[in-house]
Nanobody, 118 residues
Framework: QVQLVESGGGLVQAGGSLRLSCAASGSRVSLNVMAWYRQAPGKQRELVAAITSGGSSNYADSVKGRFTISRDNAKNTVYLQMNSLKPEDTAVYYC????????????WGQGTQVTVSS
């Protein structure tokens, strides 16, 4: 069983920066993919960025050039550096991870609120 614990959310003015962290614990498995999703009020949850254990990453078009995802495999931790934040980035941000051993096992964190004021 894997537990994901996010931290780093908060309130920031437009144009500011925040760094989210998500630490995985409870198992020593190698997580194939770690990712960040977000869900704004009244909207569907959407992928923000994802990164493989090998370091390959992809981003939603809306955050390209502003957000950077990275991970520390030794610490089983993924980070999301968010710069040039906009009010439309306001959402609950969720950490997501999965690994494959015979079948896919996936996990979600509890979410952390990010609020960007204009």
């Amino acid at each position: 069983q894997v537990q994901l614990v996010e931290s780093g959310g908060g309130l920031v003015q437009a144009g500011g920066s925040l760094r989210l962290s998500c630490a995985a614990s409870g198992s020593r498995v190698s997580l194939n993919v770690m990712a960040w999703y977000r869900q704004a009020p009244g909207k569907q949850r959407e992928l923000v960025a994802a990164i493989t254990s090998g370091g390959s990453s992809n981003y939603a078009d809306s955050v390209k050039g502003r957000f950077t995802i990275s991970r520390d495999n030794a610490k089983n931790t993924v980070y999301l550096q968010m710069n040039s934040l906009k009010p439309e980035d306001t959402a609950v941000y969720y950490c997501y991870a999965w690994y494959f051993v015979g079948k896919k096992y996936d996990y979600w964190g509890q979410g952390t609120q990010v609020t960007v004021s204009s």
